[in-house]
């Protein structure tokens, strides 16, 4: 793009894990482009639909009752061709090829590295909404799809709770979240579990098994343990096998949400979000604003520089780990 040139073209894609809210972000960046007199260019399958051109004008009409939708029309992926030298030079190329003038990216920390490298090379404009559920990005308070995600595990494990008590059992139930204890310890605290497990403050078998012998010295008739995957899925079996070889007062059991995290019909708090972040995207670029994150901190709209909302992430909320502390007695 010519420097100075008004931007005509606005290109949007979802790259990454997808998010419940996602469709609601693409809804009100096509409507924005519509509101504003500019044309809107959907994206299929991330930076690969880039690189191959896998791509079309949106109207009206193609983001019409898709709000209320989880997922992403516009399918998401990620690119290892993207990564390379090579990869990027064919986004560009078909970018010029599609009279794309500024771009919109849908996603989280990997998709911002992506695009803060592209932007650079081709001087691009791009402008970033954070779609991701494990609310892992500095410059925001909360992540789109992260609310969804917190609700869906606190009604999955009410659900577990219920079949726990029925039958003395220790249950440890594994959520999403790699290097991120946030829908663990959120959704701990709405469910009432007695432990959470996250991989911001380890919690070694010997304390967790102190707390257990502590409900069980209550006569408690179940327990639960939430643990963020942290690592690999499947870590939870690992430290209930452990557990339980010196603990057996309960029944242990395992049960992994995984993937049904993702999906589902976003909630009110991610719709909301998702439509005030689209809005503010397209008028971010008809602005000339570039290579930055929108977010929202202390509800106000805030910008942070890609670099920066994927380095060194910092926004744990340690006021909830200690309130979660306090209530596992």
Known sequence: ?????????????????DAPGMNAAIRAVVRS???????????????????????????????SNIIQRGGTILKSARSAEFRTVEGRQKAYENILKFGIQGLVVIGGDGTFRGAGIFSEEYGIPVIGIPGTIDNDLNGTDYTIGYDTAVNTAAQAIDKVRDTASSHNRLFFIEVMGRDSGQIALRSSIAAGAEATIIPEKPMGVD????????????????SLVVVAEGGKPGHSIDLAREVNERFSYYDTKVTILGHLLRGGSPSVADRVLASRLGVVAVESLLNNKSAVMIGVVNNQINFTPFAQATSNVDNFEQELLRIANILSV
Do not use: H, P, W
């Open 1 to 17: 793009m010519i420097q100075g040139e008004e931007i005509q073209r606005i290109g949007v894609l979802t790259s990454g894990g």
């Open 33 to 63: 482009c519509i509101y504003f007199g500019k044309e809107a260019v959907g994206i299929f399958r991330g930076y690969d639909g880039l690189i191959s051109g896998d791509m079309k004008n949106l109207d009206s009409r193609s983001v």
């Open 207 to 222: 304390e967790l098994v102190r707390i257990l012998e502590k409900g069980a010295g209550r006569k408690k008739s179940s």
